[in-house]
């Protein structure tokens, strides 16, 4: 097995402590500004960034559906990493400040892959279809925090 890793970044043009405390708040503005691959929303414990435990469906493809339960931590400033409790996915969102009131949004998920072919596949496909899904997301909170 080897691990896959999926990046994508967008700025904002809005200030880096806005756009990180939006995507920390699980219960409001991370809910509405999920794409249409996130299925069965739930906030099981906090909702403001660290200490947060979400839940969702995400609709990868037409056939695949990871269940997710992840664990939230703010190992450094401008930094919430979801740690998923049903498999090896680990997603770090990185906020730093990038120009006059503008921000860097850096988004990595990694997990480790299936081996043979199908791995193969999955580390040639998954980071540009999850990619797809985050760029989603990122113009979403742009929309909404660029207001």
Avoid at 78 to 106: C, H, K, Q, Y
């Amino acid at each position: 097995m080897a691990q896959v890793e999926a990046t994508t970044e967008r700025v904002v043009a809005a200030d880096a402590e806005k756009v990180f405390d939006a995507l920390a708040d699980y219960r409001g503005t991370r809910r509405e500004v999920l794409p249409e691959q996130f299925g069965e929303y739930e906030v099981r414990e906090g909702g403001d960034g660290a200490g947060t435990l979400v839940h969702w469906k995400l609709q990868a493809t037409s056939k695949r559906v990871r269940d997710c339960l992840l664990d939230v931590t703010e190992p450094t400033d401008g930094e919430l990493v979801e740690t998923d409790r049903n498999s090896s996915m680990v997603t770090t969102w990185r906020v730093t400040p990038a120009g006059e009131g503008g921000s860097r949004v850096v988004v990595t998920t990694t997990w480790q892959g299936a081996g043979g072919v199908g791995g193969f596949f999955e580390r040639t496909f998954a980071p540009k279809g999850l990619g797809r899904i985050y760029d989603a997301l990122l113009a979403n909170l742009a929309a909404k925090v660029e207001k």
